[in-house]
């Protein structure tokens, strides 16, 4: 059964840092292409980033030279650094595993910036 678990978010101050990871189980994480999305209130789910099986990288312009996304094929866990945050960072952040026609995601893990 493959299961992935978000963790890592919290609430913080505006200019500060959080890290999420994404610990996936049940699943040959190499051979999934890894992405970050986020839900704010009232807001529909956005893709916030991505990396490919090869380790490319692409970004939402929001978080664009804040945010990286990483991963670590070897503990089947996927990062998300997050610096400089801001309130409208606020949101429920998903990661989702994706390849072909299958797709895995995660239950969440809420981020609140206050301001």
């Known amino acids: 059964q493959v299961q992935l678990v978000e963790s890592g978010g919290d609430l913080v101050q505006a200019g500060g840092s959080l890290r999420l990871s994404c610990a996936a189980s049940g699943i040959t994480f190499s051979r999934y292409a890894m992405a970050w999305y986020r839900q704010g209130p009232g807001k529909q789910r956005e893709l916030v980033a991505r990396i490919s099986t090869g380790g490319s990288t692409n970004y939402a312009g929001s978080v664009k030279d804040r945010f990286t996304i990483s991963r670590d094929n070897a503990k089947n866990t996927g990062y998300l650094q997050m610096n400089s945050l801001k309130p409208e960072d606020t949101a429920v952040y998903y990661c989702?595993?994706?390849?072909?026609?299958?797709?895995?995601w995660g239950q969440g893990t809420q981020v609140t910036v206050s301001s």
């Open positions: 989702q595993l994706a390849s072909g026609n299958y797709n895995y």
